[in-house]
């Protein structure tokens, strides 16, 4: 899972990710079907093996599944959801 300028995961093992899309949000798990998808502005969440989760708003993007499993997300901006500000990004609309 990275950005052009940053990179939050890189060969990580994780439970499970749950991505928002163009038609409709999923989660991919081991074993998912090979798809590549459009991201939509959201959230993106990522599920950790040891059952913690954390979570980004994504702007926009793309997912690739890869049939062994492992997951290629490139976003165009993304934030942990708890550096979000409410009040400026509603401010902001």
């Known amino acids: 899972f990275a950005l052009f300028i940053q990179v939050f995961y890189n060969s990580a093992n994780v439970k499970q990710v749950d991505v928002p899309t163009l038609t409709g949000s999923f989660g991919i798990l081991a074993s998912h079907v090979p798809t590549l998808q459009v991201l939509r502005p959201g959230v993106v969440t990522v599920h950790a093996e040891d059952g913690t ?6 702007s926009s993007g793309s997912v690739t599944v890869h049939a062994d499993s492992t997951v290629q997300l ?18 902001r609309l």
């Open 74 to 91: 490139l976003a165009e901006e993304a934030v942990t959801m708890d550096m979000l500000d409410l009040a400026v990004s509603t401010q």
């Open 53 to 58: 989760a954390t979570k980004y708003f994504v």
